[in-house]
T-cell receptor, first 118, second 113 residues
Framework: DAGVIQSPRHEVTEMGQEVTLRCKPI?????LFWYRQTMMRGLELLIY????????DSGMPEDRFSAKMPNASFSTLKIQPSEPRDSAVYFC????????????????FGPGTRLTVL | AQSVTQPDIHITVSEGASLELRCNYS??????LFWYVQSPGQGLQLLLK??????LVQGIKGFEAEFKRSQSSFNLRKPSVHWSDAAEYFC???????????FGQGTTLQVKP
């Protein structure tokens, strides 16, 4: 398996522009997570999905952020409009909520998208 | 509420020396515990995990961790550190009912030659 795939790997944009980050989870996984990592705040969970349905978006910083999962193999995180304080590395992770003793809760991370907003 | 504490923000060890990274958790039920490693510019990679059974678990790259319920700890150890082990290490506890992982703040390991 190719693992979790994220695109783009790097994104540089100007303040006010719309940014869309993409994620393809591992095939067969039923959970998908979006994280943000910064030096100041560490690793933050933004939102997660179970079977394509958003379960908890309490980590989304504000209305400028939105996430969708139209099908089991694709998710997007959109920032509109972007601001310099959104500069961070954004990770997507997926997991399979299997039976205990298997891959229960283990999350597989993508390589991340480094976003720079000027 | 569930939480994970990694008391050491930054640790420096000499190459070849032993290593122990501390992790304390707060969780009401039997925890599912994980250690992840993040090399510079990379995503997080699973080192090892504990679900049940033997409290000493072996992972990749020569790492091991011991679950101590009485101390609510899951410390990561390696007998001899290599320069390539320099990275950030995250401890996490799984919330079995939600699918979420609760991560600690991370410990940055620096290895001196």
């Amino acid at each position: 398996d190719a693992g979790v795939i994220q695109s783009p790997r790097h994104e540089v944009t100007e303040m006010g522009q719309e940014v869309t980050l993409r994620c393809k989870p591992i095939s067969g996984h039923d959970y998908l997570f979006w994280y943000r990592q910064t030096m100041m705040r560490g690793l933050e969970l933004l939102i997660y999905f179970n079977n394509n349905v958003p379960i908890d978006d309490s980590g989304m910083p504000e209305d400028r952020f939105s996430a969708k999962m139209p099908n089991a193999s694709f998710s997007t995180l959109k920032i509109q409009p972007s601001e310099p304080r959104d500069s961070a590395v954004y990770f997507c992770a997926s997991s399979l909520m299997g039976l205990a003793g298997g891959s229960y809760n283990e999350q597989f991370f993508g390589p991340g998208t480094r976003l720079t907003v000027l | 509420a569930q939480s994970v504490t990694q008391p050491d923000i930054h640790i420096t060890v000499s190459e070849g020396a032993s290593l122990e990274l501390r992790c304390n958790y707060s969780y009401g039920a039997t925890p599912y515990l994980f250690w992840y490693v993040q090399s510079p510019g990379q995503g997080l990679q699973l080192l090892l995990k504990y679900f049940s059974g033997d409290t000493l678990v072996q992972g990749i790259k020569g790492f091991e961790a011991e679950f101590k319920r009485s101390q609510s700890s899951f410390n990561l150890r390696k007998p001899s550190v290599h320069w390539s082990d320099a990275a950030e290490y995250f401890c996490a506890v799984g919330s079995g009912n939600t699918g979420k992982l609760i991560f600690g703040q991370g410990t940055t390991l620096q290895v001196k030659p």
